[in-house]
């Protein structure tokens, strides 16, 4: 196989060592760099993210392939970092799947998340989800794996049976997906600490481990030293920046409409000058100055 993920060779080297791999979500170029900058080693491409912030709607299977793809695309532009990326349930079924994984591939996923709800899914952390059999994920996994070009590119299986089927359920189908080839297992939305370590006593260290931490949702947030400590190699964050972003939109906007100018809220925010200096725009000009025809 060929065409290696960014990132991809070393990102799988990366989930066999500790520490543990904090990733947080990101929704666009802007966060995606700005997350880079802060010196995390991957990032997790989150479709709730996604929905908020591109449809202004919850996560509940709005967000079409296509527009993942195509956010993928230009965050990649801009950062070179490992994206892992939310496939949701690689919208279809396994022929979908397939074609998904190659698009994500393209547009530079370093690993693609897929999980075992219907379509159309909603988000792990929202009640009255339902699942495909476990036979049809199995399916769905063999075909991602068959799909990729590089083995660099990781699959990781997502299941949300504990709302669903109860816990022991919900392992057994993590053990099914490791077998029909995923290279990180996911067992979302465990609801207190000691189920967290369950999956983890489980499971075993065979592959990674994947937290998911959701500011108010149903699993209780552990920092992440102490999901190291359980066993898990890896964990998200992947809706807080959105709510942090939205906090500060709501509070801006208030502030606005309240006095008809900016002024109150200026220590909480980049002057012209501060978010070109984020951004690089002086260097980006610079680069372009030397292009320029010299002869005019």
């Known amino acids: 196989m060929t065409n290696a993920p960014a990132g991809g060779a070393d990102f799988r080297l990366?989930?066999?060592?500790?520490?543990?791999?904090?990733?947080?979500?990101?929704y666009d170029a802007l966060t995606a760099s700005i997350a880079a900058d802060a010196g995390f080693e991957?990032?997790?491409?989150?479709?709730?993210g996604i929905a908020y912030t591109k449809l202004g709607r919850p996560d509940i299977g709005l967000v079409s392939m296509a527009e993942v793809a195509d956010t993928l695309s230009l965050i990649r532009e801009r950062v070179d970092t490992p994206v892992v990326v939310d496939a949701d349930t690689g919208?279809?079924?396994?022929?979908?799947?397939?074609?998904?994984?190659?698009?994500f591939e393209r547009a530079g996923a370093t690993a693609l998340q897929l999980e075992d709800q219907t379509f159309p899914k909603r988000c792990g952390h929202l009640s009255d989800k339902s699942l495909v059999s476990v036979g049809e994920m199995v399916g769905k996994i063999r075909a991602a794996v068959d799909a990729r070009t590089s083995e660099a590119t990781l699959i990781v299986a997502r299941t949300d049976a504990v709302a669903v089927e109860g816990f022991e359920a919900a392992v057994e189908r993590a053990r099914r997906y490791a077998e029909a080839g995923a290279?990180?297992?996911?067992?979302?939305?465990?609801?207190?600490?000691d189920e967290l370590a369950r999956v983890v006593a489980a499971l075993g260290t065979g592959v990674p481990l994947m937290a998911n931490m959701v500011e108010g949702?149903?699993?209780p947030v552990l920092p992440?030293?102490?999901?190291?400590a359980l066993g898990f190699g890896f964990v998200i964050f992947p809706g807080g920046v959105v709510r942090a972003v939205a906090k500060a939109a709501q509070d801006f906007y208030a502030v606005l409409r309240r006095d008809g100018t900016t002024a109150a809220h200026r220590d909480r925010m980049f002057d012209f000058n501060g978010i070109n200096a984020l951004l690089g725009t002086d260097a980006v000009l610079e680069r372009g100055k030397t292009y320029e025809d010299k002869a005019r």
């Open 224 to 228: 992440a030293a102490e999901l190291e």
């Open 91 to 103: 919208y279809g079924n396994a022929l979908n799947v397939q074609r998904t994984v190659k698009v």
């Open 217 to 219: 949702g149903m699993t």
């Open 183 to 193: 290279d990180m297992l996911f067992v979302e939305a465990p609801k207190t600490r």
């Open 14 to 26: 990366r989930l066999s060592r500790r520490p543990i791999v904090v990733a947080p979500g990101v």
């Open 42 to 48: 991957a990032l997790y491409l989150s479709g709730a």
